[in-house]
C-alpha cells in the first residue's frame, strides 16, 4: 500500500516537472512514470534504467521533447538516425507544412482534383534533415491562406 501512494506521489511530481525523476531512484525503471518524465523534460531519459534507455519508444518520446537527450540512450547509432527520420516528420512538420506540397488535394481548371498521396510526402520528407524540417515548419506557419495552382 505505501509502494502505491509513494508511486502515486512520485506520478504526480513527476507530471509537473520530469526532472523530479532523479529523486525517485526506485522508479527509473517504472515505464509509467519514466514515460511521464520523459515527455515533460527529455533529459530524464540520463535516469533512466537501462532497459528504458534501450527501449526505441522511451528514446523517441525523449527525443520529441529535446532531440539532443539521444546521448543518453543505450540505442546505436544507426536507431537514433531512424528515430531522427521519424522525428523530422512526426515533430517537426507540421499540419501546414503538408499542404505546402505539390500532393494536395488541389482544385485543377477543368474541375478536376489532385489528391494528395501521403505514403510519398512521406517517402519525401524523410529526406529532409531536422533542420530542414524545422525551416518548413516555421515557414508554412506564416501562411495563412491555402495555395492554389493554376494547371
Known sequence: MEKNYIKRMALELISKNGYNLKNF???????DIVFEAVKKDGTTLAYASEELRSNREFVLEAMKE??????????????????????????????E???????????????????????TLSKILSYFS????????QVSKKINSSIEFNF
Open 97 to 119: 507544412a503538408y499542404k505546402i506540397s505539390l500532393f494536395d488535394t488541389t482544385s485543377k481548371k477543368d474541375g478536376s482534383m489532385i489528391e494528395q498521396n501521403e505514403v
Open 66 to 95: 529535446n532531440p539532443r537527450v539521444s546521448k543518453y540512450s543505450l540505442l546505436d547509432k544507426e536507431a537514433i538516425k531512424e528515430l531522427m527520420q521519424k522525428l523530422s516528420i512526426e515533430v517537426y512538420i507540421s499540419k
Open 25 to 31: 531512484p526506485e522508479f527509473q525503471d517504472d515505464r
Open 130 to 137: 531536422i533542420t530542414d524540417a524545422s525551416r518548413l515548419s
